[in-house]
């Protein structure tokens, strides 16, 4: 289904991601596995695992856990309640660091937040991680949250959606909007147990092979929230996410005693691949349709209009995406960065793509973003970059057409807020909701 967005006024101010400190190549897991398994050669899952291991094109990938001195004795995968705790310490605070960097991007104010919209799949704590990551960033308790689970590896731009359908809702009410997006995997967590069932049976266990961590945030405003001082990076202009039929048995990440278990068939990379036009098709359609009323020279109409930032689920996924929309290396060139340099990290990944997209040169004007998850489901968003001489013109012609005393107004009505925030904190945060850190 398509998701008509507002073009005139959803904007990303703020977009940053963060890797834990500790990484590993091929040969580094490969002797994780054989210090853990010194029998590997012997089993036949473990085989198949690190023959893939061999071919995955992935020059490295980070971790939040340090694997360079564990031994056979260390192969006990941890604890649900262990693994709960470190997401709670070290997944809180990757995440508040990639949103941290994003509010400073977007000159955002913790108090000025209104909403946050937060994903993960390999964290199932009550209440919700997005809940530590305000209180460490400390946010006004009054932000209105929402938690995202269930979506796996599309869970980036399912978040983004979510977040601009918010800020489009607020829109129509007349209100401004800016809601801090958060994606957060520790898929590491889940190696250990892994390892484990592949060394009890024959199947292929590709996610030990492919996963790593990260965390990825970003800001969405809408045309009331967006102020002078910000510099947005790109206009969001159409989203939408679709189901593909009797698909539902090719991807899980199931939960099992010893931890949580990915299961990725053989048929995932073409079943993905083959959503990828269709959904661009109806978005493109739909943009078409709202710009043939306004600027018709500038509507995109091909896929090699665009930059795509494609979910790096593997390379086959990569290539696939690539043949089957006719693009070449250079469309796609951040997917294949990302995922060369890093590996899938799941939810957070494709946002991942998008901050390194804007900093390899002036690229296309038009990005199409597309995840792929459980269902199976994909999910698409059609943006632009802003080049800043597109969003600028459009603030002063709105204050053009405002009376000019009511904007004089504002301006002297924020600036005497954060007055009262540095003269009287407790007066600020009770009137205003403003936080003085």
């Not at 001195?69 to 605070?93: C, E, H, N």
Request: charged share 20%; aromatic share 6%; proline share 5%.
């Amino acid at each position: 289904m398509v998701h008509k967005i507002n073009s005139s006024g959803l904007y990303i101010t703020g977009l940053a991601h963060a890797y834990p400190e500790h990484s590993f190549g091929p040969d580094e897991f490969q002797d994780y596995v054989a210090r853990l398994y010194p029998e590997y050669r012997t089993s036949p899952g473990l085989q198949k695992l690190m023959k893939l291991n061999r071919v995955t094109q992935i020059k490295s990938r980070q971790a939040n856990l340090d694997i360079s001195s564990d031994t056979k004795g260390d192969a006990t995968p941890p604890s649900i309640d262990q693994l709960s705790q470190i997401f709670q310490r070290d997944g809180v605070q990757l995440a508040a660091s990639a949103c941290s960097k994003a509010m400073t991007e977007a000159n955002l104010h913790p108090g000025e937040v209104t909403h946050v919209v937060a994903v993960t799949c390999t964290d199932q704590s009550n209440p919700g991680y997005d809940l530590l990551v305000c209180k460490t960033l400390k946010l006004h308790p009054g932000v209105q949250r929402t938690l995202l689970h269930g979506v796996g590896c599309a869970g980036g731009l399912s978040a983004l959606r979510a977040a601009a359908n918010i800020a489009a809702a607020e829109s129509q009410r007349g209100r401004p909007a800016r809601v801090l997006v958060m994606a957060c995997e520790l898929c590491s967590l889940f190696l250990k147990a892994e390892l484990h069932a592949a060394s009890c049976d024959e199947k292929l266990h590709i996610a030990p092979a492919l996963f790593s961590d990260a965390a990825a945030a970003l800001v969405v405003c809408n045309q009331s929230a967006l102020m002078r001082d910000q510099k947005p990076i790109y206009e969001l202009q159409e989203c939408g996410s679709m189901l593909v039929p009797n698909t539902t048995q090719y991807m899980s990440y199931d939960i099992t005693a010893k931890g949580m278990i990915a299961s990725i068939t053989k048929e995932v990379p073409k079943t993905a691949v083959s959503a990828i036009q269709p959904m661009f098709d109806q978005l493109r359609k739909q943009i078409c349709a709202t710009h043939n009323k306004q600027d018709p020279p500038r509507t995109p109409t091909a896929p090699s209009d665009f930059d795509w930032a494609v979910h790096p689920g593997g390379a086959a996924i990569l290539q696939g995406a690539q043949q089957a929309m006719g693009l070449a290396e250079d469309h796609i060139r951040a997917s294949l960065e990302i995922y060369r340099s890093y590996g899938n990290s799941s939810s957070p990944t494709v946002l991942i793509v998008l901050d390194q997209l804007r900093r390899m040169g002036q690229g296309r004007d038009n990005v199409i973003a597309t995840s792929f998850g459980p269902g199976m489901m994909i999910e698409m968003c059609m943006l632009k970059r802003c080049r800043h001489v597109d969003v600028t013109p459009r603030l002063k012609t709105q204050v053009k057409k405002e009376d000019m005393w009511q904007a004089l107004q504002f301006k002297l009505a924020r600036l005497m807020k954060w007055h009262i925030a540095l003269d009287d904190p407790r007066r600020a945060k009770r009137e205003h909701g403003l936080v003085v850190l």
